[in-house]
């Protein structure tokens, strides 16, 4: 068919470009709402490092890149230096790295990853103390005046001290530490939920108990944190202290090796910064843990083993007694188990019941004396 000239259809090249002239708009709106929301996100940074000095922590970056275009915002920190003039003495931290992660249409989620090594030392001083891991990681939900949730997860974690020789202060195979703001309670009644998990964690330093790899799900709630504005940690426990802050352990488990112990009980300060409180702990194993709270030690030329205050009693009525007896130590020792608590049966394991008190940091665990805790503030 063929149409007259003035008759013939016109071709519209404005709809075959209206496609491409839409994505070219589309883009560069999206790139403007990008780098607005960088600025944006460079300058939350600064306020939070204007924040946090302001509590006597101090935070810098050797260098500080902003990427991830078209659709994430990448907070890039290179040597890292933290300053916390809020505890005594001071701590200062090096840190390689800290990428920080948030998704342009979910900015209220922050995820950071960090990359060590970790070096703690006293301002201007030789580290005392080193931290690695091969993966540590937060995230954090919410806002500065509503927050919802933080998490903390890090991977073949490893602490150890300065000094050649040492033990290492801590490992774990894997760590987690979770808060979540419980529903409707911000901000006239907090309540933050807490939860620990730790997975072959082993702190050799702190005895013999701790030598041995455990594991830990410890399940918490923090009653009386009014507030999350920056501030040196002592006054932060202050007004803790006096708003009538405590901890409530809802349920703890620690495994290690045949050892079993769960705990419930609630803690907290007294006015002179030291711990008050009970946990109930229900310990199935126990005979290996009661030597070393009760004393448990070697003589330097004897080399025998005196467990407990029961085998140092009769050593002050007798002297000699103790040593003779060392030999049987072990089975002593589980033979207090019953003077300890109540037996109960945890999870198909024969244990006791056994209360754990702190009174004004005087620790206590049944009716062994432990020593004192020191002060938080």
Same mark, same amino acid.
């Given at each position: 068919?063929?149409?007259?000239?003035?008759?013939?259809?016109?071709?519209k090249?404005?709809?075959?470009?209206?496609?491409?002239?839409?994505?070219?708009?589309?883009?560069?709106?999206?790139?403007?709402?990008?780098?607005?929301?960088?600025?944006?996100a460079?300058?939350?940074?600064?306020?939070?490092?204007?924040?946090?000095?302001?509590?006597?922590?101090?935070?810098?970056?050797?260098?500080?890149?902003?990427?991830?275009?078209p659709?994430?915002?990448?907070?890039?920190?290179?040597?890292?230096?933290?300053?916390?003039k809020?505890?005594?003495?001071?701590?200062?931290?090096?840190?390689?790295?800290?990428?920080?992660v948030?998704?342009?249409?979910?900015?209220?989620?922050?995820?950071?990853?960090?990359?060590?090594?970790?070096?703690?030392?006293?301002p201007?001083?030789?580290?005392?103390?080193t931290?690695?891991?091969?993966?540590?990681?937060?995230?954090v939900?919410?806002?500065?005046?509503?927050?919802?949730r933080a998490?903390?997860?890090?991977?073949?974690?490893?602490?150890? #001290? /300065?000094?050649? !020789?040492?033990?290492?202060?801590f490992? $774990?195979?894997? @760590?987690?530490?979770? +808060?979540?703001?419980?529903? %409707?309670?911000?901000?006239?009644?907090?309540?933050?939920?807490?939860?620990?998990?730790?997975?072959?964690?082993?702190?050799?330093?702190?005895?013999?108990?701790?030598?041995?790899?455990?594991?830990?799900?410890?399940?918490?709630?923090?009653?009386g944190?009014?507030?999350?504005?920056?501030?040196?940690?002592?006054?932060?426990?202050?007004?803790?202290?006096?708003?009538?802050?405590r901890?409530?352990?809802?349920?703890?488990?620690?495994?290690?090796?045949?050892?079993?112990?769960t705990?419930?009980?609630?803690?907290?300060l007294?006015?002179?910064?030291?711990v008050?409180?009970?946990?109930?702990?229900?310990?199935?194993?126990?005979?290996?843990?009661?030597?070393?709270?009760?004393?448990?030690?070697? #003589? /330097?030329?004897? !080399?025998?083993?005196?467990?407990?205050p $029961?085998?140092? @009693?009769?050593?002050? +009525?007798?002297?000699?007694? %103790?040593?003779?007896l060392?030999?049987?130590?072990?089975?002593?020792?589980?033979?207090?188990?019953?003077?300890?608590?109540?037996?109960?049966?945890?999870?198909g394991?024969?244990?006791?019941?056994?209360?754990?008190?702190?009174?004004?940091?005087?620790a206590?665990?049944?009716?062994?004396?432990?020593?004192?805790?020191?002060?938080?503030?």
């Amino acid at each position: 068919m063929t149409y007259h000239a003035e008759l013939e259809p016109r071709r519209k090249p404005w709809l075959i470009a209206m496609p491409l002239a839409f994505v070219l708009v589309l883009a560069a709106g999206w790139s403007a709402f990008w780098y607005y929301a960088a600025r944006e996100a460079a300058a939350r940074v600064n306020d939070w490092q204007m924040q946090q000095a302001g509590a006597g922590r101090v935070f810098s970056c050797g260098s500080q890149k902003v990427g991830g275009f078209p659709f994430r915002i990448e907070v890039r920190c290179a040597d890292v230096a933290v300053e916390l003039k809020d505890t005594q003495p001071p701590v200062a931290l090096k840190l390689k790295e800290i990428l920080v992660v948030s998704q342009v249409w979910d900015p209220k989620l922050l995820i950071a990853e960090f990359t060590g090594p970790l070096m703690a030392s006293e301002p201007g001083q030789p580290p005392y103390a080193t931290a690695t891991w091969t993966l540590a990681q937060a995230s954090v939900r919410g806002t500065p005046a509503m927050p919802e949730r933080a998490s903390i997860v890090a991977d073949d974690l490893k602490l150890d #001290g /300065a000094a050649p !020789g040492n033990p290492p202060l801590f490992n $774990a195979k894997h @760590a987690e530490f979770h +808060a979540r703001i419980q529903f %409707g309670s911000w901000p006239h009644n907090p309540a933050v939920d807490l939860a620990v998990n730790l997975n072959a964690a082993t702190a050799p330093g702190l005895g013999p108990y701790t030598r041995d790899p455990l594991d830990a799900d410890i399940l918490a709630v923090l009653h009386g944190m009014k507030d999350l504005a920056p501030k040196p940690l002592p006054v932060r426990l202050r007004e803790w202290q006096a708003a009538g802050g405590r901890l409530e352990i809802q349920k703890a488990r620690v495994a290690q090796g045949e050892a079993l112990t769960t705990a419930t009980g609630t803690l907290a300060l007294s006015p002179r910064g030291r711990v008050d409180g009970a946990l109930q702990l229900n310990a199935a194993g126990l005979e290996k843990l009661l030597p070393t709270l009760t004393g448990e030690r070697k #003589g /330097a030329s004897s !080399g025998l083993d005196r467990a407990g205050p $029961a085998l140092n @009693a009769l050593d002050r +009525a007798v002297p000699g007694l %103790g040593a003779r007896l060392a030999p049987q130590a072990q089975s002593l020792a589980a033979g207090l188990l019953g003077l300890l608590g109540p037996p109960v049966e945890i999870e198909g394991k024969r244990g006791v019941t056994v209360p754990l008190r702190f009174t004004d940091g005087a620790a206590s665990f049944g009716p062994i004396a432990l020593g004192q805790v020191p002060a938080a503030f």
